[in-house]
């Protein structure tokens, strides 16, 4: 609170922006069990991260094949995501149905798999209907199939328990308007896996540019010479 200024700078406002930003990838990293704030990268909003987890995971994999399971209930960030890789980039799609009540069957998305299947997209509740996925057991179907697995949580960070941690090989999205505590920030964890999509003088685990990334490091410079 009251920490306002450009993180990338060396003067004090600068740095104690930065040091507020690293306490708040701390903070993320516990909340959701992240093996290290390393994992965490900030985004503009909860659209960002679907964008940036989606569209990078899919082309960083692309050589490995070209489809893609979504269940038929995504956030529509998620799903526009997925319809520009369709039409732009000639990946195809499997939409998992949901039942009545809106839950994705386990069994449903492991026949859904192809041998060409790159990534699985299911959210851990519904924005609009509330039901909560069985996220653990769809993570148990794609770690077997050594797949990632993107998980929308959004409407439930801060809210459910969430180990990312023993979802495999994930990438999980939040958003802190949901959670009431930073308008317009989100983050997302496990960004190893997404295609690096921007480039500027800096980036966050060479994934997002313009953004500090050797927090520590740069630290000890600024000290230096303020």
């Known amino acids: 609170r009251g920490?306002?200024?450009?993180?990338?700078?060396?003067?004090h406002f600068g740095l104690d922006a930065r040091?507020?930003?690293?306490?708040?990838?701390?903070?993320?990293?516990?909340?959701?069990?992240?093996?290290?704030?390393?994992?965490?990268?900030?985004t503009s909003g909860g659209t960002e991260s679907a964008n940036l987890a989606i569209k990078g995971c899919a082309l960083a994999n692309q050589?490995?094949?070209?489809?893609?399971?979504?269940?038929?209930?995504?956030?529509?960030?998620?799903?526009?995501?997925?319809?520009?890789?369709?039409?732009h980039?000639?990946?195809?799609?499997?939409?998992?149905?949901?039942?009545?009540?809106?839950?994705?069957?386990?069994?449903?998305?492991?026949?859904?798999?192809?041998?060409?299947?790159?990534?699985?997209?299911?959210?851990h509740a519904?924005?609009?209907?509330g039901a909560i996925q069985p996220i653990a057991e769809i993570a148990a179907i794609t770690t077997a199939r050594g797949l990632p697995l993107i998980v929308d949580a959004v409407a439930s960070g801060g809210w459910l328990p969430i180990d990312v941690?023993?979802?495999?090989?994930?990438?999980?999205?939040?958003?802190?308007?949901v959670l009431g505590k930073l308008?317009?920030?989100?983050?997302?964890?496990?960004?190893?896996?997404?295609?690096?999509?921007?480039t500027a003088s800096g980036t966050v685990g060479g994934m997002i540019g313009g953004q500090v990334h050797d927090i520590e490091g740069e630290r000890q410079i600024g000290r230096a010479h303020v």
Do not use: M
Not at 3 to 11: D, E, I, R, V, W
Not at 96 to 120: H, M, S, W, Y
């Open 3 to 11: 920490s306002f200024g450009n993180p990338a700078s060396l003067h």
């Open 19 to 42: 040091d507020a930003i690293a306490r708040a990838r701390e903070q993320c990293a516990a909340l959701v069990n992240a093996a290290s704030p390393d994992e965490i990268i900030f």
């Open 63 to 87: 050589r490995h094949g070209n489809h893609l399971v979504v269940s038929d209930t995504e956030h529509p960030a998620v799903l526009n995501s997925v319809e520009f890789l369709v039409q």
């Open 89 to 123: 980039h000639g990946f195809t799609c499997t939409r998992v149905k949901v039942d009545a009540e809106g839950f994705v069957n386990p069994d449903a998305v492991r026949a859904a798999l192809t041998d060409a299947t790159i990534l699985v997209a299911v959210h």
């Open 126 to 129: 519904n924005h609009d209907l």
């Open 165 to 177: 941690q023993a979802l495999g090989d994930s990438l999980l999205t939040l958003a802190f308007e």
């Open 183 to 198: 308008p317009h920030a989100s983050d997302l964890v496990r960004a190893r896996l997404v295609a690096e999509l921007a």
